[in-house]
């Protein structure tokens, strides 16, 4: 079985759990051959052997029975569960398919995520991959550069990332990385009629999800390199960077900067072979 990532949720996360989820292949589904099998005994030993002659052909009729498995029907998007979640199992194991994904409407949640990954935030309810189960550390900044204020003009409290998050993301990233950018491309075309329909289904009148997927790819491939450790702050209940210009980036983006800069090179390098082979 074709393995498959990470995203791309994360990476996809991501894309990283995202583009983990495209990566399943239809074509290695297990299907019934028409054909006996081949006999692979040893031949009895005499002193004098003799030439074998040659096997007869297989017969038309019997090769004509031996299905194509590339061209396997794919089913309806709302019966797609079943399909998809037996591919995930064997891509990732029935254990990491449970842990890391969602167990319904997997293609639509993997189209919703990749869709999101461009946006501000990417929604708990249409994610296809669960987060990380550690939680995301930082440390008090002990000499922030500024002083930075709330509305109330109250200081809001600064943090330093905490290099011990890379170990986070670990598994999705070398999830990613056991895909291959050519398999996933062939997976993708076999099985795009799903992702465009769930594409469709989203609102989005021209049905072609590749557009998307390549723009996002392009966006996360355009990530900025962050100089470790970066600075956050906590105005509410959650993390936010320091710097108004990497906190306006898009989820994705946001995504490969927490989850370090070594991580994020390794799955740069795995999403801009995947971005060569989808050309």
Wanted: hydrophobic share 45%.
């Amino acid at each position: 079985m074709k393995k498959g990532l990470i995203v791309i949720a994360c990476i996809v996360l991501l894309v990283l759990g995202v583009i983990a989820f495209y990566l399943f292949d239809a074509g290695e589904r297990d299907a019934p051959v028409a054909v006996s099998p081949v006999e692979t005994t040893e031949p009895a030993f005499v002193t004098a052997p003799e030439a074998e002659p040659e096997p007869p052909p297989l017969p038309e009729r019997r090769q004509a029975e031996i299905p194509d498995l590339e061209v396997l029907p794919l089913p309806p998007l709302a019966e797609s569960d079943p399909y998809a979640g037996d591919q995930l199992a064997q891509a990732v194991g029935e254990a990491g398919a449970i842990r890391f994904f969602a167990q319904e409407e997997l293609v639509a949640r993997a189209v919703a995520t990749v869709d999101a990954l461009g946006s501000r935030q990417v929604p708990g309810n249409i994610r296809v991959m669960s987060a990380p189960e550690d939680d995301f550390l930082a440390v008090p900044d002990p000499n922030p550069p500024e002083e930075i204020l709330d509305e109330a003009g109250d200081p809001v409290p600064q943090f330093l990332s905490d290099p011990a998050n890379a170990a986070r993301y670990q598994p999705y990233v070398e999830m990613l990385e056991a895909v291959d950018a050519a398999q996933f491309a062939a997976m993708y075309e076999r099985n795009q009629p799903l992702f465009d329909q769930a594409w469709r289904d989203l609102g989005y009148a021209d049905g072609d999800f590749t557009g998307r997927l390549v723009d996002v790819i392009d966006e996360l491939l355009a990530t900025p390199d962050v100089a470790e450790p970066y600075r956050l702050i906590k105005p509410e209940a959650v993390y936010l960077f320091a710097d108004e210009e990497l906190e306006e980036l898009s989820a994705g983006q946001k995504i490969l900067l927490r989850m370090g800069s070594a991580n994020a090179a390794r799955v740069k390098a795995r999403l801009s072979e995947f971005r060569q082979a989808l050309d």
